[in-house]
């Protein structure tokens, strides 16, 4: 896939992708970045400048807790852990997700859907 998603529709599940990938362990913000990439962030057209306000704004929203540590080299980086209302915004965003592909199959049909 080398088409980049419309940076609009992008928009309102960027912040769930990220969440993801903290709900699966904590990372920091270089490390968030490289599972993007090694996921397909060539598609989203995401940089860096993109991902650190997106980070400050979950954190700003509850939605992850960010914690300054000293780095294998002594360097301190800021480490993001997934709250549990962050893990309230994951599940919410599937019930949308879920209810939105059902008004997609009733619209343009099951094949349009699992193609």
Known sequence: MNAIVDKQILRGHLPVLVLAILAEQPRHG???CK???????QALGLGEGTLYPLLYRLERQGHIRGEWQ???RGKPRKVYRITASGRRQIRAHKADWQLLMQLFKEFMGR?????
């Open 111 to 115: 094949e349009w859907v699992e193609t």
């Open 30 to 32: 270089y490390a968030i």
């Open 35 to 41: 599972q993007l990439k090694a996921r397909r962030s």
């Open 70 to 72: 000293t780095g294998q």
